[in-house]
């Protein structure tokens, strides 16, 4: 659940934080260097905030994989969840993180990231209150 002491390691490329219980307080040291974050099964359900930091700490990221968090729709895991919403998801990370060659277990594709350009703003998932 802590991520202490991570900021000594300032060189690091990849970073697996895979079954970890991390939650949306995650918050990375900047890791300039860092280009595969693997974020899979763990307890992130905000989105936004999370794409956000992520912007600032790790300019150099092109593989995110948030598989297994409520933040990511997959139908494999909910059944209130379809192909459409994890559609919606992958164009407003993209809008989002615009280095990104990968999100998931997808490459991310030209006519994807052009649609992300064009609609990924408004692709933001709001959960009623």
């Known amino acids: 659940r802590s991520l202490e002491g991570l900021e000594t390691f300032s060189g690091l490329e990849e970073l697996i934080l895979d079954n970890n219980l991390l939650r949306n307080d995650l918050r990375l040291p900047r890791l300039p260097h860092l280009h595969t974050l693997m974020l ?8 936004e905030s999370l794409l956000d930091h992520l912007v ?26 379809d192909e459409g919403d994890y559609q919606r998801y992958r164009y407003f990370v993209l809008h989002k993180l615009t280095n990104l060659k990968f999100l998931d277990s997808r490459k991310v594709g030209r006519s994807e990231r052009e649609e992300a350009i064009l609609r990924g703003a408004f692709m933001k998932v709001v959960k009623p209150v």
Do not use: F, H, M, R
């Not at 790790?58 to 729709?73: D, H, I, K, Q, R």
């Open 40 to 47: 899979n099964k763990n307890q992130i359900t905000e989105l």
């Open 56 to 81: 600032e700490v790790v300019p150099s990221l092109e593989y995110l994989s948030l598989l297994g968090n409520t933040a990511c729709p997959n139908e494999l895991v909910c059944k209130d969840k």
